[in-house]
């Protein structure tokens, strides 16, 4: 059974950063695409910061030079660094993992998604 389970979530004010972390179990994390996303109230679920299996890293343009997403294949663990933080980064912030072929953050690519962890940005 594959698990994907969120952590680091909480609330800061503007300019803060938090570090979000995403544990994966029933799959080997290395052999997969794997993703963030987020969903504000009233919004679309949109594709943050995607890493493939060899390491390549792909940004939405609104949080490129603030957001770093990384991996750890030896803990089967994906981060995301999340610096510089606004009140529009404010959402439910899920893990996805992908065993497909690598298309960045497209969402239908992902099979399985964690429950989430929740970031709130103040002004």
């Known amino acids: 059974q594959v698990q994907l389970v969120e952590s680091g979530g909480g609330s800061v004010q503007a300019g803060g950063s938090l570090r979000l972390s995403c544990v994966a179990s029933?799959?080997?994390?290395?052999?997969?695409?794997m993703g963030w996303f987020r969903q504000a109230p009233g919004k679309e679920r949109e594709g943050v910061a995607a890493v493939d299996r060899h390491g390549s890293t792909v940004y939405a343009d609104s949080v490129k030079g603030r957001f770093t997403v990384s991996k750890d294949d030896a803990k089967n663990t994906l981060y995301l660094q999340m610096n510089t933080l606004k009140p529009e980064d404010t959402a439910m912030y899920y893990c996805?993992?992908?065993?497909?072929?690598?298309?960045?953050?497209?969402?239908?690519?992902?099979?399985?998604w964690g429950q989430g962890t929740q970031v709130t940005v103040s002004s």
């Open positions: 029933g799959i080997t994390a290395s052999r997969y695409n």
């Open positions: 996805a993992a992908s065993p497909h072929l690598w298309d960045g953050c497209r969402k239908d690519q992902y099979d399985y």
